[in-house]
Structure formats: structure tokens, C-alpha cells
């Protein structure tokens, strides 16, 4: 499976990723273990924090996701989670996060955890169709066999966003 950050993402962008759960904590890791900072922030100390957890540890705890929030909170104090430069990048993470769904990437779940944390923050934008119905009744248990619906609607959110990419097309 491709990594979702590549490493050429900024704080901000990972901090967004990690906030409406298109990513996890350990997403988080490997990302500064792959991201070539800039002077502004290479020496910070939540940075290098980051670089230093455990790889092998899922989670470490909860503490890479504090890390980032007190990284971006120093080095981009203009950061603003409701602007609208943020809500474009949402929409941008959302879409590139569905599309790898139809490409054989994801569970159901890791789609369907996503639409709570969206919905809350940019009050039920119109980019996300109808996802939270297409997410009802779905579990952890759920295989993409089952998940027709859920198929359905990211390729209907994907045409409506005029996102012409599907199954392993070249971006």
C-alpha cells in the first residue's frame, strides 16, 4: 500500500490530514521520518521529537498528534483550522483520501471515520454528497464486498468534484 503522505507536505497540511482521521499517528511518524524541513522548523524541538518516535510503535501513545498541534501552533501561529485556505486543503485531502479507497488502498472504516471530523469542522460541506449515508451501518467489520454503496457514492463525489481520476490513473 502507498504511503498517503508522501513527505513534501508541510505541518499544516499533516496537522489537517491527522484532525479529520484520514491519517493516524503512525502516519504521522513516518512522514517526518520522510520530510526534508526547512530551516523555520528542522531544529524545533517537537519536529525533532517526531523524527525520534518509535516507528514501530502504532500510536506512541497519542503523542505525535500533540507534537504536530504544538509544531504548527509555534511555527505557523497564523494557522487557522476554520479559514478558508484550511477548509481547501480539507477538500483536497478528502477527495486524494476517497480516490485511493477505489484504488484497493483503505477499509471501509478508515473512509467512514473521516466524515464526523469533516462534518464538525467545516459544517457539513457540500464535498462530502452523501457519504454519511452511504457510512450507515458500518463497522470494523465491514469488507469493501459489502461496502457497494460506499463505492457508489465516492466515485458520484468524485465526478461532482470534478475529479476525473479513477482506479490507478495517472495523476
Known amino acids: 500500500m502507498k504511503p498517503f503522505l508522501e513527505g513534501h507536505e508541510d505541518p499544516v497540511t499533516v496537522l489537517l490530514a491527522r484532525e479529520m482521521e484520514a491519517i493516524s499517528d503512525a502516519d504521522i511518524v513516518d512522514w ?3 520530510h526534508a524541513a526547512p530551516e523555520s522548523y528542522v531544529h524545533d524541538p517537537d519536529y525533532t521529537q517526531l523524527v525520534r518516535f518509535n516507528r514501530r510503535n502504532p500510536d506512541n501513545g497519542g503523542k505525535p498528534r500533540q507534537c504536530l498541534m504544538s509544531l504548527v501552533g509555534r ?7 476554520k479559514s478558508q485556505a484550511a477548509h481547501d486543503i480539507a477538500r ?24 464526523t471530523p ?10 462530502l454528497g452523501g457519504l ?13 464486498g459489502q461496502a457497494t454503496r ?12 470534478g475529479d476525473s481520476l479513477r482506479f490507478g490513473a495517472a495523476e
Request: glycine share 2%; proline share 6%.
Open 32 to 34: 517526518a521520518n520522510r
Open 92 to 115: 483536497t485531502l478528502f477527495l486524494r483520501r476517497i480516490r485511493s479507497y477505489l484504488d484497493g488502498d483503505l477499509e471501509p472504516m478508515q473512509i467512514c471515520r473521516m466524515v
Open 75 to 81: 511555527v505557523f501561529p497564523e494557522f487557522d483550522y
Open 132 to 144: 454519511y449515508d452511504a457510512c450507515d451501518w458500518m463497522d470494523e467489520r465491514t469488507t469493501r
Open 150 to 161: 460506499l463505492r457508489d457514492q465516492i466515485e458520484q463525489i468524485l465526478s461532482d468534484n
Open 118 to 127: 469533516i462534518e464538525d469542522a467545516y459544517d457539513h460541506p457540500p464535498w
